[in-house]
């Protein structure tokens, strides 16, 4: 079976995450996918995004995927997300949560959460 068959098939994945947001890193108002980032939407929680580390595109996750996360260290990351953006080459195995600057979902360290494409 193909690597890049496993995430359509339901295959969930542990993998680190971390939150960013606009302005902090040098991300900027666009993701990789093209989407401009509308601020009050982020305050008001409105946008679920996500960007995902390269290696997970190449097991299949694709640009504007939604995907299911399950989190107990963080209840409020549970749910559904969309992929909007990706992460450098660097980095393997990981999910970082766009929030608004300073969030309340009580994220401040990294954590581990499981993913798998959403239904």
């Not at 680190?16 to 939407?41: F, V």
């Not at 290696?55 to 694709?62: E, I, N, T, W």
């Not at 992460?87 to 949560?97: H, L, Q, Y």
């Amino acid at each position: 079976m193909a690597v890049t068959a496993l995430a359509m098939m339901g295959q969930s994945y542990t993998v680190g995450a971390t939150k960013y947001h606009p302005g902090m890193g040098g991300a900027g108002w666009k993701t990789a996918s093209g989407a401009r980032i509308d601020n009050t939407k982020l305050k008001n929680y409105e946008i679920r995004w996500v960007a995902i580390s390269q290696d997970l595109l190449k097991k299949g996750f694709r640009m504007n995927d939604t995907i299911e996360v399950t989190c107990e260290r963080v209840p409020k990351l549970n749910g559904k997300w969309v992929i909007k953006d990706c992460m450098g080459p660097r980095v393997r195995m990981k999910i970082d949560f766009l929030l608004p600057k300073g969030d309340n979902y009580g994220f401040t360290s990294p954590t581990k959460v499981t993913i798998r494409k959403a239904n």
